[in-house]
């Protein structure tokens, strides 16, 4: 047994309509129950069209849902954006933020990234803060360095978050959409990184902030990542899209 609860994320990115996501929720109430409710936290992230409908769905289960970013600004003229207040008004209890697609795709730093999970905290949102190297930093050998950056500047925010309501999900981007996951092995030395150097970052709760990997996660390899030691669960996409697919994963979480 893990000395962390396991936690299951489902980045549904953009995708779904109404009534693909009406199967979708289907599909999850009649495989999760409460006894793998008690063993792992499980939350899906639909795009911020279909909260409304998470809600409706999924009210009366232990499943969460919550937004797939959020704003770093409290409220007024900022057309587009949806704030921190606006995602617990729908009933979030979580937020990802700074998906490596919003670092590279849109442009989002790190300054602003950890601004965003500052608001979230505030308005009583759970933060799934996404960090993780390029393939060219990873080929330049770099990823230590890329990651001790990202986590000194979200370290403060770290450090004022509880344990419980706050995430790590190490996402290396050469592994996102893929099909090319890291390894078990490869992801653990990563985690431990992040780990100890939380740890050394003032981050005096390390130990139990929870570290979930996410890249190419499936039922085909989720066991194997979550069996190592600091690998507390996933951040899953495209497997998330697909009921049985996304069961079969949250069950390896309860097992690994
Ligand atoms: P993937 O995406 O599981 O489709 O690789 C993971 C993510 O981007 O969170």
Redesign the pocket.
């Known amino acids: 047994m893990k000395p962390r609860k396991p936690l299951v994320a489902g980045?549904w990115k953009m995708n779904g309509g109404t009534l693909a996501n009406e199967h979708l929720f289907t599909g999850l109430r009649a495989s999760i129950d409460r006894h793998l409710m008690s063993q792992v936290e499980l939350i899906v992230c639909p795009p911020y069209p279909y909260l409304g409908q998470a809600a409706a769905w999924l009210g009366d289960t232990d499943i969460a849902w919550g937004g797939q970013n959020v704003a770093s600004l409290e409220s007024g003229a900022f057309t587009g954006e949806v704030s921190a207040t606006m995602l617990e008004d729908l009933g979030c209890k979580w937020t990802i933020v700074g998906?490596s697609e919003r670092r590279t795709l849109l442009g989002e730093e790190d300054e602003t990234i950890s601004r965003k999970a500052e608001l979230a905290l505030a308005q009583k949102l759970n933060v799934i803060y996404c960090i993780g190297e390029t393939l060219d930093e990873r080929e330049r050998d770099i990823t230590e360095e890329v990651l001790r950056q990202q986590i000194e500047r979200a370290a403060p925010v770290i450090a004022s978050a509880p344990a419980e309501r706050f995430v790590i999900a190490y996402?290396p981007v050469w592994?996102?959409?893929t099909g090319r996951s890291a390894t078990p092995e490869q992801a653990q030395a990563v985690h431990e990184f992040i780990r100890t150097t939380m740890a050394a970052m003032g981050v005096q709760h390390a130990r139990q902030i929870r570290i979930v990997y996410?890249?190419?996660?499936k039922p085909s390899n989720a066991l194997a990542l979550f069996s190592m030691p600091d690998i507390d669960g996933g951040?899953?996409?495209?497997?998330s899209l697909v009921a049985d697919e996304f069961v079969a994963i949250c069950r390896a979480a309860a097992l690994g």
């Open positions: 980045n998906h996402e592994a996102i959409g996410g890249g190419s996660v951040l899953i996409g495209g497997a």
